[in-house]
């Protein structure tokens, strides 16, 4: 081992102790930001694929589970089954469901 310094390593730490130019340090630091910025719309990008994903795995268990219970729903009452299950009675629960959720939103 020489007690020597190490001319590369002095370098080093000669370069790394002088001031940046401006223009050089704003260059790096917008680069850091758009690296940033690219890395979370890759990531929101892939939180919105997987979600859909998870969506297109999920959608048939829950169709046949919603229809399953207005088949439930319609042998129960027997008057109304015919509403039920016709698109005309899909309709109007829309529109009762919209007008529920315009209420709730404008009361607050």
Do not use: K, N
Request: proline share 5%.
């Amino acid at each position: 081992m020489l007690d020597e310094p190490d001319p590369t390593l002095l370098a080093a730490f000669a370069q790394a102790q002088t001031p940046m130019q401006e223009t050089e340090f704003l260059s790096r630091v917008i680069e850091r930001i758009e690296r940033r910025q690219r890395r979370a719309l890759v990531e929101r990008s892939a939180m919105v694929i997987a979600a859909v994903a998870l969506m297109a795995i999920a959608a048939p268990s829950i169709l046949q589970a919603t229809a399953d219970a207005m088949s439930f729903i319609a042998q129960r009452s027997s008057d109304y089954s015919s509403l039920l299950l016709s698109p005309a009675g899909w309709v109007v629960s829309l529109l009762v469901g919209f007008v529920v959720v315009h209420r709730s939103l404008r009361t607050r």
